[in-house]
């Protein structure tokens, strides 16, 4: 993935490149001149509410023409091949309108043969993926009577029901208590590793994402903040954390006199790492301290740092 600052570039052939998109409806600019690409895996749309991503995701669909700029989906143009890229996406909306009276078989069914399945491989696919999503007997009920859970793994199950190659899942954990979104962002983990399907995933929210992505976009005010892998915004921070049972403050004088630099966090010490001999110093300051070591490790940065 490439785009903004300091940003990685990834290997393979982008599944998405947008190149200075731009959306303006009057009064607001929902997208800035966005340009970045997507390897295949599962990637994050991260933003605030308002900052563009449901309009990202519909006009990459090819069903909202922007109002400059362009992108390929799998390789195709949105400007000319919205039906051909549809074929091959798969897309979980924000908000659903689901028919009360019709039972998630029927409706997954149905949306398979819209799709362009034949009847028996549409009842099966709809067996299959509903299965996947985790609903069971209730599937024969009326949607009526679902809960938000159950719901949106009805709009996960008919995203996949066409095997497309990449999916686009907006907002997927809105409205979920803490065990159906553990469900959820697991549920969306496999889709990326044991099914093989890409993912582009849209949330507000930044930690819940770092669960499940290889990849992330950050967007803020339709305007690109970052893309890059994960791992590079995780990567090292060049300090370590070191936490002892008693004697933090001993510790902290002791490195500090003999020139390293050195802050408590919380229960931590973060120390500056000057090199190997920054491992060496504090081994030594414990065992001259006569203290009990809990953990050293290098500190990692955060993904929220890039908001700050
Ligand atoms: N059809 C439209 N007409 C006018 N303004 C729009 C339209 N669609 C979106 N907007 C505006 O564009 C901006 C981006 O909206 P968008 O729905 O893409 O954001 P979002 O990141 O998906 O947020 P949310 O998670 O709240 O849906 C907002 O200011 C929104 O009010």
């Given at each position: 993935m490439t785009g903004g600052a300091g940003a990685s570039s990834l290997s393979g052939m982008p599944i998405i490149a947008t190149r200075d998109l731009t959306m303006r409806f009057p009064g607001v600019t929902?997208?800035?001149?966005l340009s970045f690409t997507v390897e295949t895996g599962v990637t994050g749309l991260v933003g605030a509410n308002g900052a563009g991503k449901s309009t990202l995701i519909k006009i990459l669909l090819g069903l909202l023409p922007p109002t400059s700029g362009g992108a390929l989906v799998l390789g195709h143009d949105i400007a000319v091949e919205g039906p051909r890229i549809r074929g091959s996406v798969g897309f979980m909306p924000e908000y659903d309108c689901l028919p009360?009276?019709?039972?998630a078989t029927e409706f997954v069914v149905h949306l398979a043969r819209v799709s362009g399945l034949p009847a028996t491989a549409a009842r099966e696919r709809a067996a299959d993926v509903l299965r996947h999503v985790g609903?069971?007997?209730?599937?024969?009920?009326?949607?009526?009577?679902?809960?938000t859970g159950m719901r949106q793994k009805v709009k996960l199950a008919q995203a996949l029901v066409h095997d497309p190659r990449l999916v686009f899942l907006d907002?997927?954990?809105?409205?979920?208590?803490p065990q159906g979104r553990d469900e959820m962002l697991a549920l969306i983990r496999r889709i990326g590793t044991e099914f093989g399907i890409s993912v582009l995933v849209t949330s507000h929210l930044l930690g819940e994402l770092e669960r499940v992505c290889d990849n992330v976009v950050i967007i803020d005010g339709g305007r690109l903040l970052s893309a890059q892998s994960l791992a590079a915004y995780t990567e090292a921070s060049g300090r370590l954390l070191v936490e002892v049972e008693d004697g933090r403050e001993a510790l902290e004088r002791h490195l500090a006199e003999r020139g390293a630099t050195v802050r408590p966090d919380g229960r931590h010490l973060v120390v500056d790492l000057a090199g190997e001999e920054t491992y060496d110093l504090i081994r030594d300051g414990v065992a001259d301290l006569g203290l009990a070591l809990v953990r050293l490790e290098q500190a990692r940065h955060h993904i929220e740092e890039v908001f700050r």
């Open positions: 929902a997208l800035d001149a009360p009276d019709v039972s609903l069971y007997e209730e599937r024969y009920r009326p949607m009526g009577g679902y809960s907002e997927p954990t809105n409205g979920l208590d």
